[in-house]
T-cell receptor, first 109, second 114 residues
């Protein structure tokens, strides 16, 4: 079966750095996505990786290792508004997105 | 403002009733999707459409039907609602069903079946 694993919840301090990990086992691979979802709102796109390596976009970076079936999302200079759930999703061989359950990130002052 | 709109935003529905969730996008995206989101689970694909006139089944299609008569609209129908269909439903769209990079989501419909 297909599976996306990420931690259920993480806590970090305002101004710090946090890394959210995602491991996957899917039938084929056509890219990995990270989305942010604030409570009661729609998911919004953060990043996309299809090749191994690091993609940087402002305070957010995403890393991919296809051989290890592993990705992480790195958030720097954390702000209170970063408190949200972070969803990892993999596009499989049929170009369908397989979603993890999400990691709830709690930022403390 | 361009985007994707869902209606209603929330609904309480008696079991056995028929219900249609509406979804409209004005971005001229070819692909559209319906997901349900339940606590502790990832988004699960119900049905999708890669282009107007075509639809496909996702991971959890039973009890749901869709149609795609034109590019903009992708309604989801529950023929006879059951309590297990209580969930938050998200409609999404993307430029195509293939190599494009991101999907855009509506604000969701919170459905409670009692």
């Amino acid at each position: 079966g297909q599976n996306i694993d990420q931690p259920t919840e993480m806590t970090a301090t305002e101004g710090a750095i946090v890394q959210i990990n995602c491991t996957y086992q899917t039938s084929g691979f056509n890219g990995l996505f990270w989305y942010q979802q604030h409570a009661g709102e729609a998911p919004t796109f953060l990043s996309y990786n299809v090749l191994d390596g690091l993609e940087e976009k402002g305070r957010f970076s995403s890393f991919l290792s296809r051989s290890k079936g592993y990705s992480y999302l790195l958030l720097k200079e954390l702000q209170m508004k970063d408190s949200a759930s972070y969803l990892c999703a993999v596009r499989d061989s049929n170009y369908q997105l397989i979603w993890g359950a999400g990691t709830k990130l709690i930022i403390k002052p | 403002i361009a985007g994707i709109t869902q209606a209603p935003t929330s609904q309480i529905l008696a079991a056995g009733r028929r219900m249609t969730l509406r979804c409209t996008q004005d971005m001229r995206h070819n692909a559209m999707y319906w997901y349900r989101q339940d606590l502790g689970l990832g988004l699960r694909l119900i049905h999708y459409s890669n282009t107007a006139g075509t639809t496909g089944k996702g991971e959890v299609p039973d009890g749901y039907s869709v149609s795609r008569a034109n590019t903009d609209d992708f309604p989801l129908t529950l023929a006879s609602a059951v309590p297990s269909q209580t969930s938050v439903y998200f409609c999404a769209s993307s430029l195509s069903g293939g190599e494009d990079t991101e999907a855009f989501f509506g604000q969701g419909t919170r459905l409670t079946v009692v």
